[in-house]
């Protein structure tokens, strides 16, 4: 579903200064190494699945470069100057073989729940739809009944009168844009990851996202989530987290869909269940033109 620019500019004003009353905990930092916070327990888990796989590959590689030190020291022309003319050994080619097996049989121990986790979907207790488009996201609550957009601040789709007089322009980091940012509730430096409209989810709730594409492979990922899912058209996948701290979170698609795909980021916002619900009841009068109070009378 598509909005136009009038609208988005509305929504973009709707939501704002209220909005954004929170820290922003999930975004990428200048001149970092290694992963974003862990927000949720599949987080954790791929974190410290990598960490074990980090020091297995670390000894393994320390003891390769070790036996290539001795062969060097060893076995080179000066010192061995008549190489031995054996062609097999059978204990060693044993060992070489058994090892790997057992290094990888143990890799799986721990990879493969963790994997299990991910794909075995849960009950929902906020269950999203989101589909992918070039080049933006597009969101439906689906037991609410309403759904809204998703544009990077910046691109065209975002501009209104006001950012052309101040000099704004479409997918530029200007000092315009980074005020347009500011007046939106974001930081200067959020320019590619800051959207108009944000998913809102509240904290410690199971979230259900159906994932679909609506013109090309597009893939919904926040990394501080532990979750990434390609949307791929004609085709539903899911994805699931728990987020356990408040806060603003940021990712980008992460299939290379087009000459925008740069463009393409998204921003979740964890509140409280209280903040949620007077969030669902603005949002339903603003998307669905529902006001929240509205009763439907008996046909009786």
Known sequence: MKLNSSLLAAAAAFTAAPAFAAETIGKPQPGLLGFQPAATELARDLQSLDHLILVIITAITLFVVGLIAIVIVRYNRRVNPNPASFTHNSPLEVAWTIIPIVILVFIGAFSLPVLFKQQEIPAG????????????????????????????????????????????????????????????????????????????????????????????????????????????????????????????????????????????????????EAEYAKWLNEAKEQYAGTPAALTVASAD
């Not at 998703?150 to 000099?167: C, F, H, L, R, V």
């Open 125 to 272: 207790e906020v269950h999203i739809k989101v589909t992918g488009y070039q080049w933006y996201w597009g969101y439906e609550y689906t037991d609410e009944g309403f759904a809204f957009d998703s544009y990077m601040i910046g691109q065209p789709a975002t501009m209104d009168d006001e950012d052309e007089k101040a000099g704004a322009q479409a997918y530029v980091n200007s000092d315009a844009m980074r005020a347009k940012l500011k007046r939106m509730g974001y930081n200067e430096d959020e320019f590619l990851l800051a959207t108009d409209t944000q998913v809102v989810i509240p904290v410690n709730k199971v979230v259900v996202m159906d994932v679909t594409g609506a013109d090309v492979i597009h893939s919904w990922t926040i990394p501080a989530f532990g979750v990434k899912q390609d949307a791929v058209p004609g085709r539903i996948a899911q994805l699931w987290f728990k987020a356990e701290k408040e806060g603003i979170y940021f990712g980008q698609c992460s299939e290379l869909c087009g000459k925008d795909h740069a463009y393409m980021p998204i921003t979740v916002k964890v509140v409280s």
